[in-house]
């Protein structure tokens, strides 16, 4: 080790803890050789982190939250490792107990469900103390999956009675008309993100039974007319498909005891020539409404393949572009 070199070490109190910390395969010692020019040595019971004093003290501060984070029960995987380093890049590594502490739910298969980032935390926040939420953002924020899992977790807590999830029947220029089958075979498939999400989150069983008492409903948005729903947690999905006439009626259905979640990604209108997204006006009208909160979700929340991150980015990239021009 030259002078110039810094060392720091993490006690550890088995093997176990040093396997996890490294990652299957050392797949999080190949995330930190991307950003950080250091080397990580096991030694006995501890790990030795070698390096310039800069890049050895923040994989150190990385290998202490992870510690932490594998002491709380959950086992850290390759996106936390991933978006750990870019926390304690942009100094904001104390933070980290806070994102990775705030445990959701647990599935019937003993899934732990999380923010995964600040983005995700502050949506989670936004629903705990709103009434009614906006989640804007690009696929695979979670936006759906994350507004879903509060749903089922007030379900499950009785503060609400029933859970009420929807969608408009609009999909890429598709007419329902040309689809197969009757009107419940032609909706299907536009709501199996929410059938999806709701037998991972309870369980084949538990609902087919809730369904079957009418305790949730998956429904298209042109079900909602007419209705007043009290005591209920109401989501909206991809309402970037909604017209403004729809938004407002989708917006007054809720009643008393509910709450209402809205999500969409304004950058994947797929509305007919000439027709407005409700979502993309609404932020407009409804600013500065106590109980009401609009978050935007970004790239940096993206929680997928890595590669989605940087397609959306790319694509952000080119039509800033064609504005521009």
Not at 51 to 61: F, I, Q
Not at 157 to 176: K, M
Not at 220 to 247: C, H, K, V, W
Request: proline fraction near 4%; hydrophobic fraction near 40%.
């Amino acid at each position: 080790m030259t002078n110039e070199q810094f060392r720091k070490t993490i006690p550890v109190e088995n093997n176990d803890e040093i396997r996890l910390l490294l990652g299957k395969f050392d797949q999080h010692i190949t995330l930190l050789d991307r950003y950080f020019q250091v080397r990580v040595i096991p030694q006995g019971d501890m790990l030795v982190v070698e390096g310039n004093r800069e890049d050895a003290e923040k994989v150190g501060v990385l290998f202490e939250e992870l510690l932490w984070l594998l002491r709380q029960g959950q086992v850290p995987n390759v996106p936390d490792v991933e978006y750990a380093i870019e926390l304690i890049r942009a100094g904001q590594a104390d933070r980290l107990r806070t994102l990775f502490g705030d445990m959701i739910f647990v599935t019937p298969r003993g899934k732990k469900i999380k923010p995964k980032t600040l983005g995700q935390k502050g949506y989670i926040e936004a629903i705990r103390k709103n009434d009614i939420v906006f989640g804007i953002g690009p696929a695979g924020t979670g936006k759906t999956y994350l507004a879903v899992t509060m749903a089922v977790k007030a379900l499950k807590e009785r503060t609400v009675q029933r859970l009420i999830l929807t969608r408009p029947a609009v999909e890429a220029g598709e007419s329902l008309g040309y689809l197969p089958g009757d009107l419940q075979e032609k909706v299907d498939p536009y709501l199996r993100p929410l059938y999806d999400a709701l037998h991972d989150l309870l369980g084949t069983d538990v609902y087919r039974t809730y369904m079957e008492k009418g305790i949730i409903e998956i429904a298209p948005l042109a079900y909602m007319r007419g209705r007043t729903l009290d005591d209920s947690f109401i989501i909206l999905d991809e309402a970037q498909n909604t017209t403004a006439e729809q938004m407002k009626m989708f917006l007054t259905r809720m009643g008393f005891k509910s709450k209402v979640i809205v999500t969409g990604d304004i950058t994947q209108i797929d509305l007919p020539r000439g027709r407005f997204s409700g979502l993309a006006q609404i932020e407009k009208i409804l600013t500065n409404i106590e109980g009401i909160s609009f978050i935007h979700l970004s790239d940096q929340d993206v929680v997928r393949h890595p590669l989605v991150q940087k397609i959306i980015r790319a694509y952000n990239e080119h039509e800033e572009g064609r504005k521009q021009e």
